[in-house]
């Protein structure tokens, strides 16, 4: 109980540090809290928290698609932006297998910052805001791979309650 506690006031300081224009908080974003029961939300997802075979006491989120071979992977995490703020996000990520077990797979990722914003008019929560235009690449034989985008909330509304930093990666084909 103590232990949720301390969990519950971290979370709520660094709310209150992004409300300030401070940097956006991903519990357990370094996946090195084994137990951690960091609030993810996967769609069609499973998302478990393993050891890297390539860098040694390292841990890592793995996920792996629920569905068809064709599905899109989801790592989604609650956070809390500030309206106007700008944000610099760096992150590795490596592809390990398709669903049949082969290396070869190439896929593409894009980062995407969700939160409540207009849309033709009207209030959306959860509106997609994704970054990186461009197609970015990546196969198993890449390794693990640096990220790094920067995006800027929009300043338009400062509903705060369903803001998520995603990432989701689409099997090509």
């Given at each position: ?18 409300d ?28 478990t ?23 899109w992977?989801?790592?989604r ?28 797979v ?20 959860s ?17 693990w791979?640096r990220?790094?985008f ?5 300043n338009?509304l ?16």
């Open positions: 109980m103590k232990q949720e506690q301390e969990d519950k006031k971290a979370r709520e300081e660094a709310q209150s540090a992004a300030n224009g401070g940097p956006f908080f991903i519990e357990n974003a370094d996946a090195e809290d084994v137990d951690s029961k960091a609030n993810l939300t996967t769609g069609s997802t499973t998302v928290i393993v050891e890297d075979d390539l860098r040694t006491g390292n841990h890592a989120y793995k996920l792996v698609p629920t569905g068809e071979r064709q599905t992977t989801y790592f995490a609650n956070t809390r932006f500030k309206a106007g703020a700008t944000y610099k996000v760096e992150f590795d990520l490596r592809i390990l297998t398709d669903l049949d077990g082969n290396a070869g190439d896929v593409t990722s894009k980062v995407n910052p969700r939160y409540t914003d207009m849309v033709n008019g009207a209030v959306k929560n509106a997609d805001h994704p970054l990186n235009k461009e197609v970015v690449t990546q196969s198993a034989s890449d390794g791979v990220h790094s920067t995006f800027t909330v929009n338009n400062d509903i705060r309650d369903n803001d998520q930093f995603t990432v989701f990666i689409d099997p090509k084909g």
